[in-house]
C-alpha cells in the first residue's frame, strides 16, 4: 500500500504526517499483532522454550558395515539395527525411514529436478546409485517378523503387524542393505582418488528414521539434493570392515585401537590427546608402509558415539593423519584430528587443519555451549564441504583462509543442527544461517583474526546484492528456493543476526537471548517460532516487527534525510525530518556534523515508526549542520543510499530492487 502524507509543519512534533515523496511503507504492516502458531499439549512454551509436556522420539543403532573395493565398483554393505522409542502419546501402525542414497538412482526426484547443466547437488551420472534392501525385519514384543517395505523415492515405510504403542514404547527395525558409493555424492560424500590411493567419504550410509514430532507426525519430505536432514538422536554403535592397508576415521570414540593401530600409532594418539601442539600420527612419508598397518587382510574398527543425530566415516590408503588436543571450558578435554592426502599437505594448506579445527571448538565452546562428544576429526576429500557430529569433509586442494573458512563453518555446524537439532529439510535458514553468524566471531577471534576481513566493513550492502532480487523469503523451504538464491540462507540469515545484536538489542542483551535460546533447545528439535518466542522473551522486546519482514518477505529497507530546518537560527536548535521508504523499518542512527566542529551520533528506535513513515525531531544544534549521515557504520542494508546523506551526494549508489 502506498502512503501519502505532508511535510510536518510544526517543529517540535511528530504527528501523523510524510515526506514530500510517496512511500511504500505501512506501520500495520509491521508492527499490526502477531501471534506465532504453537502446538498443542503444552509440548511447547510461550517464552520459546520445550513446554512440560515436551517429547521427542528416540532413535539407537548398532551397524555392521564393510567397505568392498572391486575392480568396477566400490560398496558399502551393511546390516543396521534401530531401536526405535516412540515417546509420544499416539500409537503407529507403521513406521518411515529414510533411504538417502536413492538419491543416486537414475529415476529419483531429485535427478529429475537437477537442471541439465547441473549444479552442486547434482546427482545425475552414476546409474549404480541406490540402496539394494535385501530384508527387513521387525521385532516387538518378543516377536520377530519380516516385513515388505513399501519404498517411494527416498523413503521406506514399513507397516506393522501390530501398532507401535505410545509414551515410550520400543521396537527394533533390522535392514540388510548395499549400495554402491558415487564418485560425487551431490557434494555431500563420495570417493576420490589420489596417489596413494582412494579418499572415501562415507555419509548417508544406513537406513535411518524419519523423524516424528508434535508439529507435522513423520517428517517425509524426501531427499532432492539441496535440503538437508532432520534427525533424531540416539546413541550410535557402530563396525566397518575395510582392507587393512586402510585408515579409518568415524564420528565418535574409537574402541578397539589395539586392534587396528600399531603400538607406535597409540603412542602418538595418546601424545596428541596432552598436546596443544599438531602432533603426527602417521607421516608422509609413512603412507603405505606396511609397518603402518598391524594387520593384512581386513580389519574391523569399532567406534561409538553417544546422543548424537547422526554418524559417518572415511577410509583410504592415502592418509597423513595428525592430532591435537582441545581444550573446553569445563576441564574435560577431547581431540582434534585431520587426515588428509600428500596432495593436500603443506603448512599453507592441511598441515593447518587441525590447529583450525581445535581453535573453532574452543571458541564455539566457550562463546555458546560446550561440545558434548569427545573426539572430531576433519577430512580431504571430494565434498566442497560437509557436516556431520564429530566429523566434517572439506575440499582438499583448499589453502590458507579457504581452509579456515570452510574448517571452522562445518565444524560449527555441530553447534547448529549437530546440537540444536532443527528441520534442515524444511528451515535451512536455522543451520546454515545461525552458523555462518557465529562463523563471523570465530574468524576475528582465531590468531588475533589472521583471517578477519580488513578495510571498510561493506557487508551489509553486500550481503544485499546476493538476495535483494530473490523473489523468494527466507522461510521458503530449500526445495522450492530459486536455484541462484539459497546462498541467502546464509548471509541473510547471518546479516539478519549481525543488525538484531549491533542495531537493535546491543551485544549483551543479544548474546544473553541467543545463548537462552542454545541452552533450552540443545539435543532438541525447535521451531522457528521457537526461537522467535526465545528471542522476545529473554531480550525484553517484541521483535515480531524484525521477523516478519526478515524472514517471512522479500520487503526491503530504504531510510533517508528528508529536510533540515532552523527554529529561527541553528543556535535554536534543528529541525530535521526523516522517512522510512520500503516497507522494512529499523532504527536509526544519524552522524550529525556542525559548522563548528562538533560531531554527535544519535540513535532513534524503531519505534519512531510506529505510527507512520516518517519522522520529525528537534536537534539541540548551536551551529549550522555541515552534514548528516544515516547508518555511518554500514551496518544496514540500505538500497539507496544517496538519500542516506544530508545534503545529497553524487556517486552514491543506489541498489536496485529489480533487474
Known sequence: MLLACALLTAATTALAQSPTDTVKYNHQDLFGPIVWPMTSGDNRSASGQPGPHYWQNRADYQIHASLNEAAQDTTVKGEVAITYTNNSPDNMDYLWLQLDQNLFKPDSRGAAVTPFTGDRFDVKGFSRGGYHIASVSVTYKGQTYTVTPVITDARMQIRLNKALGSNGDKIQVKVNYDFSIPFYGADRMGRKKFKQGVVYEIAQWYPRMCVYDDVEGWNTLPYMGLGEFYCDYGDFDYYITAPANMIVVGSGDLQNANEVLTPTQQKRLAEARNSDKTVTIISASEIGEPATR?????????????????????????FIWDAAKTNLPSGRKCISQSVYPAESSGNNSWGRSTEYLKNSIEIYSKEYIEYPWNSAVNVSGVALGMEYPGIIFCLSNLKNGGLWGDVTHEIGHNWFPMIVGSNERKYMWMDEGFNTFINEFSTK?????????????????????????????LMTPPEAIGLNDYGQYYNKTALGLDMLRDVVLGPERFDFAFR?????????????????????????????????????????LDQSVESVRYDGSPANGAIITIANKEKMAMPVDLKITQENGKVETIHLPVNVWQRNGVWTFKYPSTSTIKSIVIDPDHQLPDIDLRNNIFPKKVGIVEVKAEK
Open 516 to 556: 537462552e535460546y542454545i541452552k533450552h533447545w540443545a539435543m532438541k528439535h525447535p521451531l522457528p517460532y521457537d526461537f522467535f518466542r526465545a528471542m522476545n522473551d529473554a531480550s525484553g522486546e517484541d521483535l515480531n516487527w524484525f521477523f516478519k519482514p526478515w524472514f517471512f518477505t522479500t520487503w526491503k
Open 445 to 473: 577471534m582465531f590468531n588475533k583474526g589472521e583471517y578477519a576481513p580488513k578495510g571498510p566493513d561493506n557487508n551489509a550492502q553486500n550481503v544485499l546484492r546476493s538476495y535483494i532480487r530473490s523473489k523468494d523469503p
Open 294 to 318: 598391524p594387520a593384512t587382510g581386513t580389519l574391523t574398527w569399532h567406534f561409538k558415539m553417544d546422543n548424537t543425530r547422526d554418524v559417518s566415516w572415511a577410509a583410504s590408503t592415502a
